[in-house]
Every structure is written in structure tokens, then in C-alpha cells.
């Protein structure tokens, strides 16, 4: 699986930004994209994550209620919608695929995620 983000940029507190993510190559049934980010100094973190055939997601609980992923199978792309907007949330984002999403607690672990993309930088500037 290739991966490419695309749509990051530089926003002030409280605007949104809508990530791409485009997904090339063979998947499975179980397989998940997800989002994980990464700011300067710290551990990369998982954002979000949505089944690539189902319905299934998954979000941080620093990002719920303010970040949706959606998905548009047919032009092999997940997009991370990122409303309010906080400083905190100023981080190189990745996308990454795991061929076995497996529950929501396995879901969140970036070492079983096989394949990513490059990253993004998303600056919310207070």
C-alpha cells in the first residue's frame, strides 16, 4: 500500500483544515487507514482511523467531537476533517494503513500499522 497526505498548511485557533490521503495499492478487507501525528519533541500519537470497506472509526479522545475521517472509496481517499483548531494540535500528520484493524484498542497502535505515508505539517498559531 503507497500512501501520499496532502493539505496541511498554516491556520489560526478555531479554523478548520481538511487533510487528504491518497491511497494507492492492494488492500484487504480488515485493512484501516488511519492518522497519526507527530510534534517536535514528542512520540507520534494516533489521531483517527476508519476501516477502508466498512463503517468503522476511531478517534483519539483529544480529537473527538472536532476531527471527523471519512472516506471516498471510489477516488481511494481518506480525508481527516479538522474543525476548531487548537495550538496543541500543531504536529507533523501522517497517514498510515494497518491490514488488520482489528478492535478499537488495537486500532490505536501505531507499531501494527505496516505502511505510511509522508507527512504533513498542520501550524495553528494561537
Known amino acids: 500500500v503507497q500512501l501520499q497526505a496532502s493539505g496541511g498548511g498554516l491556520v489560526q485557533a478555531g479554523d478548520s483544515l481538511r487533510l487528504s490521503c491518497a491511497v494507492a495499492?492492494?488492500?484487504?478487507?480488515?485493512?484501516?487507514i488511519g492518522w497519526f501525528r507527530q510534534a517536535p519533541g514528542q512520540d507520534r500519537q494516533f489521531v483517527a482511523v476508519?476501516?477502508?470497506?466498512?463503517?468503522?472509526?476511531t478517534y483519539a479522545d483529544s480529537v473527538k467531537g472536532r476531527f471527523v475521517i471519512s472516506k471516498d472509496n471510489a477516488k481511494n481517499t481518506v480525508y481527516l476533517q479538522m474543525n476548531t483548531l487548537k495550538p496543541e494540535d500543531t504536529a507533523v500528520y501522517f497517514c498510515?494503513?494497518?491490514?488488520?484493524?482489528?478492535?478499537?484498542?488495537?486500532?490505536?497502535?501505531?507499531?501494527?500499522?505496516?505502511?505510511w505515508g509522508q507527512g504533513t505539517l498542520v501550524t495553528v498559531s494561537s
Open positions: 498510515a494503513a494497518v491490514n488488520n484493524l482489528g478492535n478499537d484498542i488495537t486500532a490505536t497502535m501505531k507499531n501494527r500499522y505496516r505502511y
Open positions: 495499492g492492494r488492500t484487504f478487507s480488515h485493512t484501516g
Open positions: 476508519i476501516r477502508w470497506n466498512g463503517d468503522q472509526v
